[in-house]
């Protein structure tokens, strides 16, 4: 038998519950025989696990037994008592949780008890960590007595080397079972290794190979080749086999000799006398009653505010392993009448009978105690046995007196009345004994009850708790959404002095402004309906009502629930009078409302050393016609913004070498300013070409768009509805898009889009590509035309 705990433990409850009771395994294979639930409440079990808010929520392990240790019901039962008394010494069952579960699906009976573990003390909601580092010094003794004691498999035991060591494959060897069982395919396993030891294991059977080097003859006459040895194994290789195969371990180890042939240091090693064995079992005790004493003085320590009316002593904890061992009435005689006891050595008794443990197969889980039980039983049938050999030697001895004289018939009568009477004093002293042992049997099974009784209202009152706490999560988060959702975040602000900005406030956006020099977008998320705000100023301050006031008045969650809760019930009254009504929003996306937040940081401009440098001349960028549509970022980046319906959507950058658009942003339409006396239309793809255009055929009745390129539908609805208002006035459209196939395009999709009575006509760059370029050609032109000049008026003969 070992022990093993897993490591992990950060999770949610439901993935380590599940793992262990699932009826398939992690390939989607089922397990068959499907595992069984032994103690505790997986849902309980969860829920405890997930409601902790540790980072280290939970341990969970496994009891295995080798197939050989075969362990009874009551055996597994016993040992899983035996492990929480252990594991939680010092407290009682209803300070902890536990689920136990046993697997038996991995092949040839072998038993599996896994258990999952919160790690929580339940009384004072403190962590519990059953298995600190350093468990295996702690566990050691525990798992040596259960194994000593029963005769089960150790790990630390040479004796009980595997033939060969598979990892993980009684496990694989199992699923493959179940697969072909299930008409699939087997997963690969290393059979060249299986079939090498299968093939020698024939050989050991038939007493054919001995040791070690006879199985080296025997693997290079069947033609392998040993390519290297080791103290625990041997490498071979074979015509057969594209690699190298490692036998490591148990027949393969150079000390492993067949039978008694072993060596002395082998079996000095092997061999457990009595003594030894005693030995070994009081030296766990010990160590075992050691270890338990200061984690049961740690627990009681660190959990003192609950108090245990019945805790375990280490020595019983010790001996849980071992069965409660009953005492034979010859030995219990010895020891009340001392030296008197004549009989005490002529009671049979079998001499090579060792005083190993005996099994756990009666411990009793329950009400009762195994011992009292056992005491019962056995003193009956040791009187009885007792009594009719004490009668079989009165025999003897009178018919030896018969043959002698009469002064020694009476003295050896008297000597036999008078043992006698001492042994039906010894019987009455054992059955007043096993009757106060009845009594306290009674009075334990009486207080087990009491004890279950306690659990089931300790559970109750447990799990009206979580109940409550589960109502008041829900509460506290159903209010927060009515905080987020119910209080205008616009009207808020107001009361706490912020102003509205009406020059710069939208649809979908609020903008304002304090006394401080703060500055503020108050939007309605368009996902969710909660108002929420980003700062101009700080682009880290951001988010819902509930962050806006824990960014400027440092107030705690529970200080925010006082301050909101009188504006949902429409119990607060304000001092402050706006000058604005607050304006009602359209909900609006978050990308929506990081472009227009961005957009506030943008400065106005009229001119710009990259319009310069495209050849558009100070006197165009300063006309009126496009004041108010040019904007800079604070990286000198040339903005040109984009509208819908609702406002700014996007914005254009230009500058030396780049060209882009903003992230999160929709191409809507930039436009120049819009006059009453407009009655042309010039649609360009940049608003580079329509400055370049105005710069070129200069009109003050003409209003410029760029569509950015390629038509969205959004555009094209924007743009059908300028068409249609321009038409009315009896103006006129000039589509100027680039002289290639895009523009073309462009250009067939406007005039699809224009009403079919309207004037609408196409003009582009004879010689160049698009109009700021025909501008730049323009502008060379006409300097190369000057030089011409200038050399012209200089001197001649």
């Not at 262990?20 to 032994?38: F, N, S």
């Not at 030894?276 to 075992?288: D, G, P, S, V």
């Not at 706006?578 to 957009?599: A, N, Y």
């Not at 649609?683 to 055929?697: N, R, T, V």
Request: some cysteine; charged content about 25%; proline content about 4%.
């Amino acid at each position: 038998m070992l022990l093993k705990f897993f490591d992990r433990g950060t999770g949610k409850g439901k993935s380590p519950v599940e793992y262990i009771l699932k009826e398939t395994d992690a390939k989607g294979v089922i397990r068959e025989p499907q595992p069984e639930l032994i103690k505790g409440d997986p849902q309980q079990t969860i829920n405890l696990i997930d409601s902790l808010n540790f980072k280290h929520k939970y341990r969970s392990g496994v009891i295995s037994f080798a197939p050989e240790d075969a362990p009874t019901p009551e055996q597994q039962n016993a040992i899983i008592k035996s492990f929480e008394d252990v594991a939680f010494a010092g407290l009682d069952n209803d300070q902890y949780d536990i689920l136990w579960v046993k697997h038996t699906h991995t092949g040839n009976d072998r038993v599996e008890l896994h258990f999952v573990t919160p790690r929580v003390e339940l009384t004072t909601g403190k962590s519990l960590n059953i298995a600190p580092p350093g468990w295996e010094s702690y566990f050691r003794p525990w798992r040596d007595l259960w194994n000593t004691s029963n005769g089960w498999a150790s790990p630390d035991d040479p004796q009980r080397a595997r033939t060969y060591y598979p990892g993980h494959q009684a496990l694989i060897n199992a699923q493959n079972h179940r697969l072909e069982l299930a008409g699939e395919k087997p997963i690969s396993r290393d059979d060249a290794r299986k079939l090498i030891t299968n093939h020698l294991t024939a050989y050991i059977q038939d007493g054919q190979i001995q040791n070690r080097n006879d199985i080296i003859t025997t693997l290079e006459s069947s033609g392998f080749s040993i390519t290297r040895r080791g103290e625990d194994y041997l490498t071979v290789t074979h015509n057969d086999l594209d690699k190298r195969v490692r036998l490591k371990g148990g027949i393969y180890s150079a000390s492993w000799r067949l039978g008694q042939e072993s060596t002395p240091e082998t079996t000095a090693g092997q061999t457990t006398t009595r003594a030894n064995l005693q030995t070994r079992i009081r030296q766990a005790q010990e160590k075992l009653s050691e270890n338990v004493s200061k984690r049961r003085d740690y627990h009681q320590q660190r959990y003192s505010n609950y108090s245990t009316e019945y805790q375990h002593s280490p020595e019983m904890v010790a001996n849980a392993a071992r069965d409660n061992s009953y005492q034979p009435l010859n030995r219990f005689l010895n020891r009340q009448l001392g030296d008197d006891s004549i009989f005490n050595k002529t009671v049979s008794t079998n001499s090579n009978q060792q005083n190993y443990p005996q099994s756990t197969q009666t411990e009793d889980l329950g009400s009762g105690t195994l011992s009292n039980q056992s005491r019962e039983i056995y003193h009956i049938t040791s009187q009885q046995q007792l009594q009719d050999q004490l009668e079989m030697q009165r025999q003897a001895l009178l018919k030896a007196v018969e043959e002698d004289d009469e002064s020694t018939r009476k003295r050896t009568t008297r000597n036999l009345q008078e043992l006698c009477h001492s042994v039906r004093e010894g019987q009455e002293t054992a059955e007043r004994t096993n009757h106060q042992l009845n009594q306290s049997n009674q009075l334990t099974q009486q207080h087990h009850q009491q004890l279950i009784e306690q659990d089931k209202r300790l559970r109750r009152r447990l799990s009206r708790h979580h109940e409550r706490l589960r109502k008041l999560a829900t509460n506290q988060t159903e209010e927060l959404e009515l905080f987020k959702t119910q209080i205008n975040l616009v009207e808020y602000s107001q009361s706490q002095g912020y102003e509205i900005d009406k020059k710069k406030t939208s649809v979908n956006c609020v903008v304002l402004k304090d006394n401080h020099g703060d500055k503020i977008l108050v939007g309605i998320n368009q996902g969710d309906n909660h108002y929420f705000y980003s700062s101009v100023n700080d682009h880290k301050d951001n988010g819902s009502i509930i962050d806006f006031i824990q960014n400027r008045r440092n107030l705690n969650l529970g200080e925010v629930r006082k301050e909101l809760r009188p504006w949902i019930n429409n119990t607060y009254s304000s001092t402050y009078t706006p000058k604005e009504s607050t304006p009602k929003l359209t909900p609006t996306t978050p990308d929506r409302h990081k472009i227009l937040t961005q957009f506030e940081h943008f400065q106005l401009i009229s001119s710009h050393a990259y319009l310069n440098q495209r050849g558009i001349s100070p006197q165009t960028s300063n006309d009126s016609r496009f004041q108010g549509v040019i904007y800079s970022d604070s990286r000198n980046n040339l903005i040109f913004p984009h509208y819908d319906r609702e406002g700014v959507c996007g914005y254009e950058i230009r500058n030396q070498q780049f060209k882009g658009f903003s992230k999160g942003g929709t191409k809507g339409l930039w436009s120049s300013r819009g006059l009453p006396t407009d009655m042309t239309l010039v649609i360009c793809e940049s608003p580079l070409d329509c400055l370049s255009h105005h710069q070129l055929f200069p009109d003050a009745n003409t209003r410029y768009l760029a569509t950015g390129g390629t038509l969205s539908e959004t555009q094209k609805s924007l743009i059908k509805g300028l068409f249609e208002k321009l038409h009315s006035q009896g103006g006129q459209i000039i589509v100027a898009t680039d002289r290639d196939k895009g523009g073309q395009e462009i250009a067939q999709e406007l005039k699809n889009i224009a009403p079919e009575t309207a004037q609408i006509s196409r003009l582009v760059p004879k010689n160049h590509k698009d109009w700021n370029e025909s501008l730049i050609a323009q502008i060379r032109w006409e300097r190369e035309q000057q030089q011409k000049r200038s050399r012209g008026k200089g001197f001649s003969l």
